[in-house]
Nanobody, 125 residues
Framework: VQLQASGGGLTQAGGSLTLSCTVTGFTLNRYATGWFRQAPGKEREWVTCISCKDGGTVYADSVKDRVTIFRDNGKNTAYLQMNRLKREDTAVYYC???????????????????WGQGTQVTVSS
């Protein structure tokens, strides 16, 4: 089982990046897929997830209307498209997969079984 995150980099505020999370070893669309991030000196925080609640997508208030999570089932890959990036979006971004259950806290990283290695996103002013 492997989740390979990529697509991070350095961009200016207001710019865009699209992160990818390619999965091998299991079928991604049978799991809830989440993105988390960890900024320097801060705890890891949940950003968004797909198939985590009623099959749909949910976003943290801090990124809502600026990011989109989606999945290409044929490529077994999840994506995080980020627009209008802000300096406070600077962090290491992680993708993760959790078994889909009736009731669980999809914002809790402990609910996620598989994790990618993280990709760095740096937003400059």
């Amino acid at each position: 089982v492997q989740l390979q995150a990529s697509g991070g980099g350095l961009t200016q505020a207001g710019g865009s990046l699209t992160l990818s999370c390619t999965v091998t070893g299991f079928t991604l669309n049978r799991y809830a897929t989440g993105w988390f991030r960890q900024a320097p000196g801060k705890e890891r925080e949940w950003v968004t997830c797909i198939s985590c609640k009623d099959g749909g997508t949910v976003y943290a208030d801090s990124v809502k209307d600026r990011v989109t999570i989606f999945r290409d089932n044929g490529k077994n890959t999840a994506y995080l498209q980020m627009n209008r990036l802000k300096r406070e979006d600077t962090a290491v971004y992680y993708c993760a997969a959790a078994p889909i259950r009736t009731q669980y806290d999809f914002r809790d990283e402990n609910e996620y079984r598989y994790w990618g290695q993280g990709t760095q996103v740096t937003v400059s002013s």
